[in-house]
């Protein structure tokens, strides 16, 4: 099995573009989420999925959008990228979410904004 | 919302030490992992205990629920142990799944 796979590995953006990290699982897990991690600190939840067509924001949304059309697939698109957004990003699949199972994650984005 | 801290936030062994990492929460949490971060950045699974105690080689946790801690210890430490530990707790009634800042870990030779 894949697990859950990131596309792409590093992407550099300029100021104002837009663009779509992709996330993939094949796990057939219900829970998907999204976090950022920025240097030298651990990981905030932007968005997370507890099934396709239901998406909720986690605790720094701002400046993202998602969707989750299929299970299989969860991704994160920024609109208008700014400087504040270069970070590692990291998706992560879980069978139950928060109520027992652990997570699988990516191996992350590396995204710069110049 | 649920506050998560870790301790220390900084920690260097000598090879061959024991050391014990600390993980308080706020809430009541459903879940709690923990979780290894190597250098080339990618996160390991390494315990998923919400109670009790586990034990994987030199690794093991304790998550005391009902008073809002858990604890990993590392043993006989090497160097490829160094990295950064995470927590995450699993948030009561959603599916909210929250990571502490971590603790830096650097073992030496």
């Known amino acids: 099995n894949a697990g859950v796979t990131q596309t792409p590995k590093f992407r550099i953006l300029k100021i104002g573009q837009s663009m779509t990290l992709q996330c993939a699982q094949d796990?057939?897990?219900?829970?998907m989420y999204w976090y950022r991690q920025d240097p030298g600190m651990g990981l905030k939840l932007i968005y997370y999925s507890v099934g396709a067509g239901i998406t909720d924001k986690g605790e720094v949304p701002n400046g993202y959008n998602v969707s989750r059309s299929t299970t299989e697939d969860f991704p994160l698109r920024l609109e208008l990228a700014a400087p504040s957004q270069t970070s590692v990003y990291f998706c992560a699949s879980s069978p139950l979410g928060g109520k027992g199972q652990p997570q699988h994650f990516g191996d992350g984005t590396r995204l710069s904004i110049l | 919302g649920i506050q998560v801290e870790q301790s220390p936030p900084d920690l260097i062994l000598q090879e061959g030490a024991n050391s014990t990492l600390r993980c308080n929460f706020s809430d009541s949490v459903n879940n709690l992992q923990w979780f290894h971060q190597n250098p080339w950045g990618q996160l390991i699974n390494l315990f998923y205990?919400?109670?009790g105690t586990k034990q994987n080689g030199r690794l093991s946790a304790t998550t005391v629920a009902t008073e809002r801690y858990s604890l990993l210890y590392i043993s006989s430490s090497q160097t490829t142990d160094s990295g950064v530990y995470f927590c995450?707790?699993?948030?009561?009634?959603?599916?909210?799944?929250?990571f502490g800042p971590g603790t830096s870990l650097s073992v030496i030779p």
């Open positions: 995450a707790v699993g948030v009561t009634s959603y599916d909210k799944v929250i």
């Open positions: 205990i919400p109670s």
């Open positions: 796990m057939n897990h219900n829970y």
